[in-house]
């Protein structure tokens, strides 16, 4: 042990906590930028225009790399369930070895039509035949997030099985895979990863025209993935409130804890930072009337329950009222940038390409989108606890006892640490050396000026 006050579900959770926080980077990426791609490519082939098939193109590339430390990560997650939560392995096992599966068949289905894409540019005389084999890369990248939150979505809200002396018995693999939680999660997981990669590939082409790269190949580029963001962000929206909606009806006490909502009540109010005292009093808060019933039933008399009703051994840790706030924070900075950017491009068309704080403001969305992806991981893994798996196993009661987790700690960071800076050297090199426009002048690809 090399840390003192050696405590195994302390490192256990910080370990699988650090290693989710990295993969979900990776596993975002993976996610969003292969619709991206397709939407660029379809584009290019429908307009007959080669920026756009040139912006597929290099962004295939740099989605090559962030896949291969996708895999790394996503494999330590695997190696880390059995390692460190054995226990729960062993009760759970048997309910989300379907999901798990699946995602590793779908992973495999990528990765397959990956290589073969990226290989047969050029090589079919219908472009079409190569953007169609781009589309089981979009598929499969989408299953393997929808099938791995649905094993999340059953740890928050386990269905199809029956619980007897604290063991799962008459297994139902589909039912346990159709829980209460998986309809918001996985959409939510979906409709975000597709946001915030429009919002990275939007924050890099606003990079290269605040520094004077003015071809309209990157006009383009900002064009597609900021209304692509706009859209996004508005079903991202959608799916929050629902997301509310199914937190009153099976996780009241996470819903309760978020909102510092102590007594269960009709028209209950939402409640903006604060401070929370000894005796639950919040000081310095802003509440919106009638806003949590809204949130939780839709009804602004809504009846909200309270954290008085819910035993206090199974109350969350009260600082995610902190979490959501801040990723809500994140979430409205967003929407205002995506919005001013579509009223400038309706308004006056230049100044969404020319305005310096604009496109500053573009390039700001990219990391605060990637925060508000950890700040919703963070928030609703946080805002389970006490339970591993609600309502049937404790966190404490799930994880390893083994020594040397601490050691596994230091090792797995540090390897992270690796494979961040090598992909992210890697990434800048690639597109530095080889900018698009000095592309597009050497291979003589065209494209109009038009937007």
Known sequence: MLLSGYDPVMYSRILTGVTLAFHIIFATIGVGVPLMIALAEWIGIKRGDDHYLLMARRWARGFVITVAVGVVTGTAIGLQLSLLWPTFMRVAGQSI???????????????????????TWERFKKKTTHLLLLIPVVLGSSASACFITIVNAFMNSPAGVTVKDGKIVDISPFGAMLSPAMPTKVSHVLVTAYLTCAFVLAAISAWSLLKGRN???????????????????????????????????YQPEKLAAMEWHFDTSKQAPLVLGGILTDDNEIKYGFKIPFALSILAHGLPNAEVTGLNDIPKDEHPPLYIHYLFDLKMGFVAMMVVIAGAFMLLLYRKRSAAFGNKWMLRGIILAAPLAMMTIEHGWIFSEVGRQPWLLRGIMRTSEGATTSD??????????????????SAVTVLIRMFRSNRAEDEIAAKGFKGGDEL
């Open 97 to 119: 070895a379907l999901p798990l599966f699946m995602e590793t068949f779908a992973f495999f289905f990528e990765a397959i039509f990956l290589g073969i894409y990226l290989y």
């Open 215 to 249: 071809h309209v190949y990157y006009k383009k580029a900002l064009k597609l993935t900021m209304m692509s963001a706009f859209v996004f962000i508005i079903a991202s929206a959608v799916i929050g409130d629902l997301s509310g909606k199914y937190l009153a009806k």
């Open 404 to 421: 040397h987790v601490d050691t596994m700690l230091i090792v797995f960071v540090l390897l992270y640490v690796v494979l961040g800076v």
